[in-house]
């Protein structure tokens, strides 16, 4: 009984309302239609179907085969938020909420002339998610449909960045997906052709892929990547006449789990953590052009360990002066294991006393190191940016040529590390370098740093 009366309602509510129908008011094709769509907005399915809905004003259905969107107005105003999200994703005025800024936007682009949120939330909860259009998820950031995540201004500054990354730093793996990304955009009429490069990446590769042997892991950073995602074991070996330092290892194969790949300076690197012998859990990076594969491992791992090594890699490159991390593991986890008021018997204390005319230059790199290890001097201009108080804190040397104070804590490995050394060397005869290894028990080498005297800058080593 109560089933028919629904049913009588209903078919009232259509006839007294003097509704337009259109040939999607059965239910059937109706629920069809809303499937193709699921399938489009989430990439699975073809794209080859044709929607051709026409107003109908004297169409005979079957009420049993009609929905809630029969009516012609209720189908209009799905499609049009439909539309509108797919164009319009994640808008959201965090004092209007998500459905209230939705609402608020189309009535401004001219969709609606009435406040329709109620309308509009019922088909969210009824249709969109439902149907799989929608992510299931609460959204209280903003709506948007499938994957379409991205307005079209801002599909083109993403494509902006990825061709930078990709033909400035000689990217394989970035260069296919700028391709693939590249012609989607020009399937979509969106041209790129007449996009002016406001940004642009001036760091480039040093590399010369065209040079360097075929067995270099340099050509194939695909099988790097696929490597790194499941956790599987590699081995390597330096490539014959490759650049070796001195306190690396000999020229043989070594197995390690591959972490990451980073873009630094000049060239792309692995960074790795050793899996056995003498250097076993070492963390560090090698760049890709010197490496070659060894034997397959069939070794793997779970990600959850692949993601503490991360961890652990990207704190030391954090702490570090460069991806330089030193060569000794145990000194690497007591380092990582230690509280931070107690790393300061495995660090050094690097200062440094600079020109007026140097220092001018070197006080706008407040980020070349970690900023709670770095102080200096106030700022010849006098002006201290906010929040930088501390940073700007150490008192003037009091040397007439070499009058202001640079200071920064630093691994111990740092004074072995190349790309610090060349940074203090930059600086020539404005520069006198003071170095303090207190509580650290293996005394580091200092060779490297003694070329600076044959440049006659001053070196201390603060006892």
Known sequence: MMSYRRIVNKKNRLVNSKSRFHSLSDNKLFNDFLSRCQMIVTGVGKYDFFVNCQVLENLEV??????????????ERLLKTILF???????????KGSLKTLVDAMIQAGEFHYDCSASIRKDIEKVLKPYGLMPSHPMKKGYYLGTAILSRSELLQVFQLLQAQATSLTDPASLSVYETFKQRLEYSKITTSDIYPVRAIANRTIIDHSLLPSSSIAHTPQLIEEAILAGQLLEFRHLQGAARYPNQAEL????????QLVFHNIAW?????????????????????RLFLGQKQTQTRDMKIQQISLAKLQKLYQASSSIYLGRDAQLQRQYLSAKSGQRRHLEITLELWFSDYIFQFVSEGTNRFPQNKMQMSPKLNGIIPNKKERMFSLPKTGDPCFPNRFRVQLPCWSVDDIDLQRWILTYGNDVTVYLSIRGYKKPPSFSRLRIIDSRQVGFNCIP
């Open 252 to 259: 043989v194969f070594f197995k390690a789990w591959p972490l």
């Open 62 to 75: 079957d009420i049993q085969d009609m929905h809630s969107y029969s009516d012609l107005e209720a189908f």
């Open 269 to 289: 690197y692995l960074g790795y953590e050793l899996a056995e012998g003498a250097f076993q859990g070492l963390l560090c990076f090698e760049r890709l052009d």
């Open 85 to 95: 999200i797919t164009h319009h994703p994640c808008l959201f005025d965090p004092e």
